[in-house]
């Protein structure tokens, strides 16, 4: 089953002290790229909630907002820096000395002076807190996997279907090539009639390298070929388990280039038409393939 890189998931659990909440986003990217957000007292699990998500997930740009409500969640402690407090009662003093100005430093005044106060939060490791924060990844990462899946299963479908268009346009090619032979047969026959018009001799080799080229320009039959081996690839690519994205990608890429020698090729505007629409479903597909992880 195909896994989407767009999904959303979300876990909230309660104890008797403290609210624990999980909230995970995660969006297309080439590689894994994880992103933490959460009070610095739980920098000791980054790597442990890291560890978790990657056991779930191969790409995707995932964001995590982890919060703890209630106590024993963030403990803070205030500290006065006494040097530098030091320092500003003895400048108010010499400005005092040196200029008639009254007054006394009073508390407010204190508190309001950058600086003077610091605010460090306590890494206290509660071993409760810590279980709780690693059972709640666990979980967003379920709720997560299981949003990519049903995303995933979407993507599939789609991608199904639009595979069924190519190949009923291709063998639209296919029932045309004739007709389009015929045209070309036309065409030879026209210009040949004129050769021998104007001139009171044949050039055989002259009609030879003119139906070589006319030939050659309107075979579209191995690029037709090359691109139902794709198709099939890419079938078989959907059957497959774990992080094929890239590899969906590149077999696009190449189904790409096949519909551009096609309408490269072309000379009937029955082939140009079917391979407009060969390109704008291929497209639309590498649009798909993009959010698949």
């Known amino acids: 089953m195909l896994l989407s890189m767009t999904g959303y998931g979300k876990q ?122 690693l059972q709640a990844m666990e979980q967003s990462c379920k709720k997560l996997l299981e949003m990519r899946r049903a995303e995933g299963a979407f993507l599939e479908k789609d991608l199904k279907e639009r595979l069924q268009v190519l190949e009923e346009t291709m063998n639209r090619l296919q029932h045309i090539r004739p007709k389009v032979i015929e045209t070309y047969r036309e065409r030879i026959n026209k210009r040949i009639t004129d050769h021998l018009a104007a001139y009171s001799t044949i050039d055989e080799a002259r009609i030879m390298q003119e139906v070589a080229i006319l030939a050659e320009k309107g075979d579209i039959t191995e690029e037709l070929t090359r691109l139902h081996s794709h198709i099939n690839q890419m079938k078989s690519t959907l059957k497959e388990e774990g992080s094929v994205g890239r590899k969906l990608d590149f077999i696009c890429q190449e189904m790409h280039r096949e519909a551009n020698t096609i309408g490269s090729k072309a000379t009937a505007a029955e082939i140009n038409e079917l391979d407009v629409i060969l390109k704008t479903e291929i497209e639309k597909i590498k649009e798909q393939i993009q959010n698949i992880e």
């Open 12 to 133: 909230v659990l309660e104890h008797t002290e403290h609210r624990v909440t999980v909230e995970m986003r995660s969006v297309n990217n080439r590689f894994l790229d994880i992103t933490l957000k959460m009070p610095r007292s739980f920098y000791y699990l980054e790597e442990k909630f890291k560890k978790i998500i990657k056991n779930y997930f191969k790409r995707g740009k995932i964001e995590v907002y982890i919060s703890v409500q209630g106590e024993g969640s963030i403990h803070k402690n205030v500290h006065v820096d006494w040097e530098l407090l030091g320092q500003y009662v003895e400048r108010v003093e010499e400005i005092k000395q040196h200029y008639p100005i009254k007054g006394e430093l009073n508390i407010e005044q204190l508190v309001n002076i950058e600086d003077i106060f610091i605010v460090e939060e306590e890494e206290k490791q509660d071993e409760t807190l810590t279980i709780n924060l």
